[in-house]
């Protein structure tokens, strides 16, 4: 599979430049001539960054002609056996470019070596001045699904890892590996450091026949509809568990949405709230008196952690003005951000529960009365309104075998079911825009109902409704709205030239997109701050393969 990238610009002033070529010093002589008589001498030295002064971990140190080559140990440290004479020295790492040393070997000696940081692996894209368009162009010659990240670099950049790392070293290896992504290196002794990671760490597999014997109860249960709500419902008087209860959970809104199951034999509901998002209002209903029941909603959350020790942030003073720029970035973006424009809009559901009502009255296109009881018997067909003993009985016709329901039908509100028919009636009629009726036989789940009454406000808030004190309500969030990643669009001089400030330092993030056998181009734009820029791209393709590449652009101040 050929992958490639290629970082476009839209502006005339982008600059090409060609890659540095590996820079070669004097030739170093290390040790006395003539001291000993053996024909190999060992080098022994520090590999270090030369800007910031930290040591280059597992960094290769080798030579050519015999092959001989070791890695840095977490301190930068090297000890090398080589023939003596005249040498190549030849030090790789990744994310640090080439380097090589001329040296004349005479006996034993010290080689301290300064590697800078390769920001540049591809070709370099100037630009001119800030707030420029950028595209990402990414040609493949296969199905791949990729993600792409373009960020400025700096200092604080240290784990390298990446897909190919991750996925065919870090994920089968016990314990933490230092500069995994040094592995798959083009350095000739990377198969050989591999054999001995191997030894060292062990191979991490998971054995089957053991993990069938352990028990582990399933304590929360894989949300693949929606959000999953438990709970218990409990006798007031004795504190008994209740079991074979109906449970509804409905919530006030203009779209009418109603949940219900019953309590297991282990007493416990269970919910599956399919488009429950957002901040809601619960009202959770039983079949039993709300006096004489107790209710307990579970936590959506784990109570476990995990005893995973973290070590204490030791930041270095060099530290301090990446630190302090990304800070000041993060304030600025918060302060002058468009709020909302990193939400996406959730997945609603703009139907009821029980779909097209068979039928609907749009109470504003008929003449309104004062009183619910008229409303009703003047206009609802499907519904026969009696009144016994002083209280007013709801019975629904039942359209398919042209008769009555025996029992009570299903009353909601604005979604939520009402018990008391006479509260609903003594309700102001100027306050409901419609009224649905299911004249069926309706199952919602494992419940059934003689039919459905549907009375929906204007606002979906109840109307001014009040809610019996005693059932339960809670104010609960469910599933948090989708973010996007969000960034301005300066496509017009106007907003070029706007004073707002634009400190981003994260240019564009796409966590996926899939490409096939074309040409695909991301289009992104620069912030204010100049400095040099990354885009990293990583994948996995149809055929399994990971797929990683990265290429960077340097942005200049005006």
Sequence with gaps: ???????????????????????????????????????????????????????????????????????????????????????????????????????????????????????????????????????????VTDSVNLSLSVFMCDTLERNNSNILSSLLLSSDLKGNIENPANYFSDDANASSAVDNLMLTHGWSRFIWTDIEKQSMPIEFLPELRGHVLTGRIKNQ??????????????????????????????????LDAKHFSGKKKLIICTSQPDSLVQIKLNSPYATDFSSYWLPAINLSTKEEIPLTIRSISMQVEEAYKLKGKDIARARTDSTTFYGKPLEQYLLDDYTRFPIMEEVIREYVKGVRLRKRDGKFIFRVNNGLVNTVFDNDPLIMLDGVP??????????????????????????????????????????????????????FTIDYEGLQAQKEFFSPKYETMAKKVSRLPDARLLLYWSPTFTISNNEKELEFFSSDHPGVYKAVIQGISQNGKPVFEQCSFTVKPK
Excluded: C, W
């Design 1 to 139: 599979m050929e992958f490639q990238t290629l970082i476009l610009l839209r502006n005339n002033n982008a600059q090409f430049e060609d890659a540095e070529k590996v820079k070669v010093e004097k030739l170093n002589i290390i040790g006395t001539l003539g001291a000993t008589n053996s024909t190999t001498a060992t080098i022994v030295g520090y590999v270090r960054d030369k800007n910031s002064g930290e040591p280059v971990i597992g960094a290769s140190v080798l030579v050519e002609n015999p092959l001989v080559g070791v890695n840095t140990d977490p301190n930068g440290y090297y000890s090398i056996t080589i023939p003596k004479g005249t040498k190549l020295l030849k030090i790789r790492s990744v994310g640090m470019k080439k380097t090589e040393r001329n040296i004349l070997l005479h006996s034993d000696g010290k080689l301290n070596i300064e590697m800078v940081e390769d920001i540049l692996p591809l070709k370099e894209v100037v630009v001119e001045s800030e707030r420029d368009q950028s595209s990402q162009a990414i040609t």
């Design 237 to 270: 008087l004795t504190g008994i568990p209740l079991s074979g209860i109906a449970t509804l959970l409905p919530y006030p809104d203009k779209t009418v949405q109603l949940y219900g199951t019953y309590t297991d034999t282990n007493v416990y509901f269970l």
């Design 418 to 471: 009402l018990a008391n028919t006479d509260r609903i009636m003594s309700m102001d009629p100027l306050r409901i825009k419609q009224i649905d009726v299911m004249t069926t036989k309706y199952y919602l789940g494992r419940l059934s109902f003689n039919g459905i009454v549907s009375f929906r406000t204007y606002d979906g808030d109840l109307g001014g409704f009040q809610q019996d004190p005693k059932k």
